[in-house]
């Protein structure tokens, strides 16, 4: 079973930063892709930023680009989550997914990030 870890929330200023990190363990398996989503308090989940290991490909939601960036390695199924230039509606629990070439997604427990004005 595949497992993913994340860290780096927390409270910051509006216009601070946070480094969200997040790695996968467990049994063997492939990822195409990993990426953030995250939810604020009684709204769906959203899209943030996702990264495709082979092709490289970055992709953001309109509300963060510019502002947010996605790195990762592939060797470490690690990927993070730069946030810059924090906004209060930034405020969520952000979550980690995984997109396992033949296990469909995979979702981390969740990380805290709340703005503060």
């Known amino acids: 079973q595949v497992q993913l870890v994340e860290s780096g929330g927390g409270l910051v200023q509006v216009g601070g930063s946070l480094r969200l990190s997040c790695t996968a363990s467990?049994?063997?398996?492939?990822?195409?892709?990993m990426g953030w989503f995250r939810q604020a308090p009684g709204m769906e989940r959203e899209f943030v930023a996702r990264?495709?290991?082979?092709?490289?490909?970055?992709i953001y939601a309109d509300s963060v680009r510019g502002r947010f960036t996605i790195t990762g390695d592939n060797a470490k199924n690690s990927v993070y989550l730069q946030m810059d230039s924090l906004k209060p509606e930034d405020t969520a629990v952000y979550y980690c997914m995984l997109d396992t070439t033949s296990d469909g997604r995979k979702w981390g427990q969740g990380t805290q990030v709340t703005v503060s004005s």
């Open positions: 990264m495709s290991w082979r092709a490289g490909i970055r």
């Open positions: 467990g049994q063997s398996f492939s990822a195409d892709a």
